[in-house]
T-cell receptor, first 111, second 113 residues
Framework: GENVEQHPSTLSVQEGDSAVIKCTYS??????FPWYKQELGKRPQLIID?????GEKKDQRIAVTLNKTAKHFSLHITETQPEDSAVYFC??????????FGTGTRLKVLA | SAVISQKPSRDICQRGTSLTIQCQVD?????MFWYRQQPGQSLTLIAT?????????ESGFVIDKFPISRPNLTFSTLTVSNMSPEDSSIYLC??????????FGSGTQLSVL
């Protein structure tokens, strides 16, 4: 079955710096790659996603890049702010809506 | 996105008892799922709740422990049966909503003593 690895598990950055989180997957048939942000005590919220026919997608300060050949995708957050502090999960799916989630990255933005 | 409500939001239960969690969606959805998030961990799919038929369980989860109902396209329940402290987790229902994206309910934080 699909295996999703996420790195790093924790990440601390200074406010205003960039943060990058990477996920690798094993099933080349996977075709949908969302990212979720989970603040303490709250539900995971979809923040950005990308499908396998696109290499990059951007939404203001966040972007996702996908390398299908290498089977990895990354979340990029620029100009980080304290409110970006949360746990971020990548996920992988292939059409059946069965999402396999990564292990999560705890991001701390230091003011 | 759909509004997904869960009840209760949290509960503290004694071992050996059962708890039923309700999930209500404000619109009809075809795909509905139940996830478990153990403390400090990722999200693990328990089962797909199928309307009008038995739920489809993932490896490691069984109907006797986690019976699921899905009487219509807006509602589902998950029961955690014969609870032990290892069942202490956040339980989340989720639906595939607008543009085929997955959205989560508000979650139920369960503590088993």
């Amino acid at each position: 079955g699909e295996n999703v690895e996420q790195h790093p598990s924790t990440l601390s950055v200074q406010e205003g710096d960039s943060a990058v989180i990477k996920c690798t997957y094993s099933d080349s048939a996977s075709n949908y790659f969302p990212w979720y942000k989970q603040e303490l005590g709250k539900r995971p919220q979809l923040i950005i996603d990308i499908r396998s026919n696109v290499g990059e997608k951007k939404d203001q300060r966040i972007a996702v890049t996908l390398n299908k050949t290498a089977k990895h995708f990354s979340l990029h957050i620029t100009e980080t702010q304290p409110e970006d502090s949360a746990v971020y999960f990548c996920a992988v799916a292939k059409g059946t809506y069965k999402y396999i989630f990564g292990t999560g990255t705890r991001l701390k933005v230091l003011a | 996105s759909a509004v997904i409500s869960q009840k209760p939001s949290r509960d503290i239960c004694q071992r050996g008892t059962s708890l039923t969690i309700q999930c209500q969606v404000d619109s009809q959805v075809t795909m509905m799922f139940w996830y478990r998030q153990q403390p400090g961990q990722s999200l693990t799919l328990i089962a797909t709740a199928n309307q009008g038929s038995e739920a489809t369980y993932e490896s490691g989860f069984v109907i006797d422990k986690f019976p699921i109902s899905r009487p219509n396209l807006t509602f589902s329940t998950l029961t955690v049966s014969n609870m032990s402290p290892e069942d202490s987790s956040i339980y989340l229902c989720s639906v595939v909503g607008l543009r085929e994206k997955l959205f989560f309910g508000s979650g139920t934080q369960l503590s088993v003593l």
